[in-house]
């Protein structure tokens, strides 16, 4: 088998190891049938968890906070990282942290924020959603079968090295001090947050 038929295999899009839904469904109400199917939903939710990391990394940025925007940009896409190797605690953290952020912004900053930027928000947040979901019957997923087995990660492409290769390295080495690192973050961003209140309600 060439390095093409094995590249379609892996994207599930080969007549042998077809993906079994449409790739909106797999978006948000993703479903595993298949070794191809456990393939794709890790690496699509690597790609929404790398875009969010850096999409944060960009806005704090830009409102002038540097050190919170590397930290978060960690946060995420290390938890991409541990998503891509199916686990369900980075999907369920990355999730959680940002619906309490974006329900944060809703409440608070409802009159301020412009509605593209809430819009985004939420439809950010119903795709990290689908990530737990997907994750979990990933991690959970028993193979019985010769369509069960998972494809091979390929490195011949600039995105097989990130989505592929690099997780299954460095996520190994990085899962203990990820789950001590992420609930850290998690906490202390939202006691920031308590403490924003507390501030705002004296006043």
């Known amino acids: 088998m060439d390095s093409n038929s094995c590249r379609m295999q892996t994207l599930g899009i080969s007549d042998s190891t077809e993906h079994s839904e449409s790739r909106l469904k797999a978006l948000f109400w993703p479903s595993v049938k298949s070794g191809a199917d456990v393939d794709y939903l890790g690496t699509q939710g690597f790609w929404v968890c790398a875009f969010v990391a850096v999409f944060t990394l960009l806005t704090m940025s830009l409102q002038g906070r540097p050190i919170l925007a590397v930290v978060l940009f960690l946060f995420f896409y290390l938890g991409g990282v541990g998503v891509r190797e199916r686990s369900p605690f980075a999907a369920i953290i990355v999730f959680v942290f940002y619906a ?97 209140l507390a501030r705002s309600f004296r006043h």
Not at 153 to 167: V, Y
């Open 100 to 196: 309490l952020d974006t329900l944060i912004s809703v409440l608070l900053l409802f009159l301020a924020t412009p509605w593209g930027m809430l819009v985004v928000r939420l439809f950010i947040t119903a795709l990290l959603l689908s990530n737990v979901r997907a994750t979990w019957m990933a991690a959970t997923w028993k193979p019985d079968s010769e369509e069960a087995v998972l494809p091979p990660r390929l490195g011949e492409f600039w995105t097989d090295k990130i989505a592929d290769q690099i997780p299954a390295k460095i996520w190994p080495k990085l899962r203990i001090p990820y789950y001590i690192f992420a609930p850290w973050v998690l906490l202390l961003s939202f006691a920031g947050v308590a403490v924003v």
